[in-house]
């Protein structure tokens, strides 16, 4: 009888591992990429955000599709410090400072994998909601030093612009990028889950619980 009873609380454990693997994998089938920039040029230097001369990145988007933003996928690394990455509002074509999300990640969750960095995917608290063809930006802030892989020359993403902010060019404002228009990204949604799940770049995640934790609780 005890021996039975040992191998009914087994069964248990396995069937609440295989509910809990399954409702993890609904909830990533329910989120797909919308807009996506995924190219990075390794043989260019990457940008830095932070440093000494506290340099702000920016990436201007426009929503395909009207849902809520659920992530933010970017080739991110961090040396130092915190990373923060704001959903801003849109002005006049550029951030406009009125942020309507915010998340902050430390440097020790972001660590620069060598030799190069690989997307990592930033949950975005809240899912604000952007309509169709509504725009908003990506604005990357650290208060130590992180970088982003540069993008392809040329303006590789028509929907938005990268731009940024640098304390040693005094009080510009925002400034083009230059001849890489775009930094590398991914926007993830909460969309219709009939819509198929694209692969992503890179199997990294931050702040996503990862289906592969759950895969060793249910035994062969």
């Known amino acids: 009888m005890r021996t039975r009873q040992r191998g009914c ?10 509910a809990l693997l399954v409702a993890v994998a609904a909830a990533a089938a329910a989120a797909v990429v919308d807009q996506s920039q995924p190219v990075t040029d ?6 830095v955000v932070g440093g000494p001369t506290n340099q702000v990145l920016s990436q201007t988007v426009t929503a395909g599709v009207s849902a809520r933003l659920s992530a933010v996928r970017l080739p991110v690394g961090c040396l130092s410090g915190t990373l923060t990455l704001q959903v801003q509002e849109v002005s006049a074509g550029l951030p406009s400072g009125a942020a309507v999300a915010s998340q902050s990640l430390p440097a020790a969750s972001l660590p620069p994998p060598p030799p190069e960095v690989g997307f990592r995917t930033i949950a975005i608290p809240g899912t604000p909601f952007f309509e ?21 020359l040329g303006d590789a993403y028509p929907g938005g ?13 925002w400034l083009p990028l230059g001849p890489r ?14 819509r198929p799940f694209p692969p992503f770049p890179e199997d990294r995640t931050t702040g996503f ?10 035994g062969p």
Not at 132 to 152: D, H, I, N, Q
Not at 181 to 194: K, W
Not at 209 to 215: G, K
């Open 181 to 194: 228009a775009d930094l590398p990204f991914q926007t993830l949604v909460e969309a219709d889950t009939d």
């Open 132 to 152: 169709a063809g509504e725009r908003f930006a990506l604005v990357l802030r650290s208060t130590g030093t992180c970088e982003v892989a540069a993008g392809p």
């Open 42 to 47: 390794r043989s260019a230097l990457p940008f």
């Open 161 to 173: 612009e990268a731009v940024f902010q640098d304390r040693a060019l005094g009080p510009s404002g």
């Open 209 to 218: 619980v990862s289906v592969r934790c759950f895969l060793a609780a249910l």
């Open 9 to 18: 609380r087994g069964v248990h454990v396995r069937l609440a591992a295989a």
